[in-house]
């Protein structure tokens, strides 16, 4: 517990969550609505292999809920599906941990961060060795948010470009995921200028997205609506 906050890592194959609430039972409420849309996703890939390979938009099916939520943000980016799934397995445990009554859930799976939040939420920025990797970061005030970022460089993840970092902010983060991945998919080339914009436009150009910003070679360039920058110390 850190202050009047309860906080806890989870881990189940590449799922990698930290869960922070006001309620303690709502940490396992996240846990278990974790577990559960990733079995879901589990089975309904098995009979659909397409959905977990392709690299365009497809279909949203009915069910699961969380294939559904994936699909219709990958149609916004005009990415594969699978460029929502931390951000929609984060969406779906804040909406569980929200129904029991708990004022802070969040959830960072990946880096792709679900928030709703009666309370500031300060978040760090990661871009693997970067010089300005962990050295600053937001201040989340206003609700519900998501938070993604995408790296053609320190992620495990599959990106076509090759920024540093390429956040995203949108009201839910599967959204936030897909569109992520979409912008920095387009950042590349020795014109660093040129490649900032370019993710940029991408960026505002899909539905949802309200600010994004780039790191790219070194050099910085935000665009929309972005929470408040923050120095992180330590």
Do not use: W
């Amino acid at each position: 517990m850190t202050g009047n906050l309860f906080k806890e890592n989870f881990t189940l194959k590449e799922t990698q969550c930290t869960i922070i609430s006001d309620k303690q039972q709502a940490i396992q409420t996240a846990i278990e609505s974790i577990k559960r849309n990733r079995r879901e996703l589990e089975i309904y890939i098995r009979a659909n292999p397409k959905f977990l390979y392709t690299l365009k938009p497809i279909s949203p099916p009915e069910k699961p809920l969380v294939a559904k939520l994936m699909a219709l943000a990958a149609e916004k980016a005009g990415v594969g599906p699978m460029a929502a799934v931390a951000g929609a397995i984060a969406d779906l445990a804040v909406n569980d941990m929200t129904s029991e009554g708990c004022e802070v859930a969040v959830v960072e799976d990946g880096g792709e961060i679900s928030a709703v939040s009666n309370t500031p939420v300060d978040v760090a920025v990661a871009a693997g060795d970067e010089p300005l990797s962990k050295r600053f970061g937001f201040r989340l005030t206003e609700f519900p948010i998501g938070v993604a970022t995408s790296s053609g460089r320190f992620s495990h993840a599959l990106s076509f470009g090759y920024a540093e970092a390429a956040t995203v902010f949108c009201k839910n983060a599967a959204l936030a995921d897909a569109a992520a991945t979409a912008m920095g998919n387009v950042v590349k080339g020795e014109d660093v200028g040129a490649a900032i914009q370019a993710g940029i436009s991408k960026g505002l150009s899909i539905e949802g997205v309200e600010g994004v910003l780039i790191i790219y070679k070194g050099q910085v360039g935000t665009a929309g609506k972005i929470p408040q920058i923050i120095k992180v110390e330590g």
